[in-house]
């Protein structure tokens, strides 16, 4: 096994083992064709609202490894209650620039 992985977020090598993944977007977005999504999602940075009935929300799960002083981290993208997610987006802007941080404990990405 290779000591080096590229990473997917900004493009170079690094050492070691990746410690930090995430899911582009949910299952139900990512079966949609192209024209499909645009008829029944509104798509943010980190929220997903499809059919005005499925209301995502990107999140991070940060688990410690003490032995190596860092951090599992698996963006997970959890169902919200609707009136939540929906004042997300009118305080964010559903065409907001940004994301949910991807790094790692001590080392940024």
Same mark, same amino acid.
């Given at each position: ?24 977007? $949910? ?36 688990? $410690? ?10 963006? &997970?993208?959890?169902?919200? $209650? $609707? ?17 949910? &941080? ?8």
């Amino acid at each position: 096994m290779s000591d080096e992985y590229q990473c997917v977020a900004c493009g170079r090598s690094h050492e070691g083992l990746p410690l930090s993944f995430a899911a582009d977007s $949910p299952d139900v977005y990512a079966n949609m064709n192209r024209d499909e999504r645009d008829v029944r999602s509104v798509r943010g940075s980190d929220q997903y609202i499809i059919d005005q009935k499925w209301f995502f929300i990107r999140g991070c799960l940060e688990i $410690p490894i003490y032995w190596i002083e860092r951090c599992f981290s698996m963006a &997970t993208l959890g169902l919200g $209650p $609707p009136r939540s997610i929906r004042r997300d987006f009118r305080v964010l802007g559903a065409r907001r620039q940004g994301k949910i &941080t991807r790094t790692l404990q001590g080392k940024a990405c």
